[in-house]
């Protein structure tokens, strides 16, 4: 019986170290997500700034263009 209860408690032991590295596992898992969500963010925000300096230049050229056609006339 004493064997068995030993048995019994090692089992336990195991499930519950088993238990813990899974837990583990899945905080690593879900950090590795939070980065690769702050990196698309970053990577959305970097087009974002460059849409924005490209209408910018844009509007630049186009009051360029503007000047010189009233330079023109």
């Not at 690593?28 to 700034?49: E, N, P, S």
């Not at 209408?55 to 056609?69: D, F, N, R, T």
């Amino acid at each position: 019986i004493a064997i068995a209860i030993a048995i019994a408690i090692a089992i336990a032991i195991a499930i519950a170290i088993a238990i813990t590295i899974a837990i583990a596992i899945a905080i690593a898992i879900a950090i590795a997500i939070a980065i690769a969500i702050a990196i698309a963010i970053a990577i959305a925000i970097a087009i974002a700034i460059a849409i924005a300096i490209a209408i910018a230049i844009a509007i630049a050229i186009a009051i360029a263009i503007a000047i010189a056609i009233a330079i023109a006339d």
